[in-house]
């Protein structure tokens, strides 16, 4: 199985400041055939569900914020959340759709 | 909108099944893969196992083969989740998620529905 690894495991920034949340796969997660990530990041408050922010490592979804950004590839990735909101405080996961069984990372916690 | 809605918390014993229901609308429900996937107290999320568009195929992640099995109704637009021979380590919300594209990532959730396992 692929692991995935966030570094760190929590964090506390000011607002109106930049975050970085790293993730690491134990394999590459990079399909030399379309050469294309599968990796996404999801942000999950207390008592719902995971929201779905960034798929395909960079590419953000219709409605998520612009100060969201995902970059990477192969194996080391980031998602930057830079002026940060009051409403950013989240658990954050990345998660590999490269080879089944798909898996998360531990959680990131963001405290603003 | 896309909405896909639970049912509600259970309580079951160590050794007991369950069902859990996940009702979707607002998307052409028999056109896309669905996932369940777990997530226990405090703790991080578990994918459990896929579901084909036709109902036919299914694909469990090996930790669950054998207790677990996924159906779906394409006439009522829900997707069930069975787990039998419960244990308290099945103690967790479980969620329900659409796959947008058949790629294996999740772009709607449902609420989740709690399930404890205690004797």
């Known amino acids: 199985d692929i692991v995935m690894t966030q570094s760190p495991d929590s964090l506390t920034v000011s607002l109106g400041e930049r975050a970085t949340i790293n993730c690491k796969s134990s394999?590459?997660?990079?399909?030399?055939?379309?050469?294309?990530?599968?990796l996404a990041w999801y942000k999950q408050k207390p008592g719902q569900p995971p929201k779905l922010l960034v798929s395909w490592a960079s590419i953000r979804e219709s409605g998520v914020p612009d100060r969201f950004s995902g970059s990477g590839s192969g194996s080391d990735f980031t998602l930057t959340i830079s002026s940060l909101q009051a409403e950013d405080s989240a658990v954050y996961y990345c998660q590999q759709y490269y080879a089944s069984p798909y898996t998360f990372g531990q959680g990131t916690s963001l405290e603003i | 909108q896309v909405q896909l809605v639970q049912s509600g918390a259970e309580v079951k014993k160590p050794g007991a099944s369950v069902r859990l229901s996940c009702k979707a609308s607002?998307?052409?429900?028999?056109?896309?893969?669905m996932h369940w996937v777990r997530q226990a107290p405090g703790q991080g999320l578990e994918w459990m196992g896929i579901?084909?568009?036709?109902?036919?195929?299914?694909s469990y992640a090996r930790k669950f083969q054998g207790r677990v099995t996924m159906t779906r109704d394409t006439a009522t637009s829900t997707v069930y989740l069975q787990l039998t021979r419960l244990r308290a380590e099945d103690t967790a919300v479980y969620f329900c998620?659409?796959?947008?594209?058949?790629?294996?990532?999740?772009?709607?959730w449902g609420q989740g529905t709690l399930l404890t396992v205690s004797s």
């Open positions: 394999q590459s997660i990079l399909y030399s055939s379309d050469n294309k990530n599968y």
């Open positions: 579901i084909y568009p036709s109902g036919e195929t299914t």
């Open positions: 607002g998307f052409t429900f028999r056109n896309y893969y």
């Open positions: 998620a659409r796959d947008p594209s058949g790629e294996d990532y999740f772009d709607h």
